[in-house]
Nanobody, 125 residues
């Protein structure tokens, strides 16, 4: 399994921005699909975004489409989630996840082999 460490969470006012980072261990990072998920209190973990190994294609959940941007820098073994126009309903713990080959489903939690410890994002109204 790959080790993942998220950073960049915090408290922000509605309409503000944050950028999350996730640093991964391992020499084959460039072969991984990567994902971001989030879990709000009392809710199930929700798909936020996924990105292909080269970063050429990103997929987004409906609730964040048009506001969040998922990118990666394979030379740094790092992925980023730029979050703009934040809303109070974006408040959650955000988790980075890795899906090495053979690939699972990017839309399901079970499709990912490794998870970070999570970083808290709180959006105040």
């Amino acid at each position: 399994q790959v080790q993942l460490v998220e950073s960049g969470g915090g408290l922000v006012q509605a309409g503000g921005s944050l950028r999350l980072s996730c640093a991964a261990s391992g020499r084959t990072f460039s072969t991984y699909n990567m994902g971001w998920w989030r879990k709000a209190p009392g809710k199930e973990r929700e798909f936020v975004a996924a990105i292909t190994p080269t970063g050429s294609i990103a997929y987004y959940g409906d609730s964040v489409k048009g506001r969040f941007t998922f990118s990666r820098d394979n030379s740094r073994n790092t992925v980023y989630l730029q979050m703009n126009s934040l809303k109070p309903e974006d408040t959650a713990v955000y988790y980075c996840a890795a899906d090495p080959p053979p690939y699972g489903s990017r839309w399901q939690e079970s499709g990912y082999d490794s998870w970070g410890q999570g970083t808290q994002v709180t959006v105040s109204s």
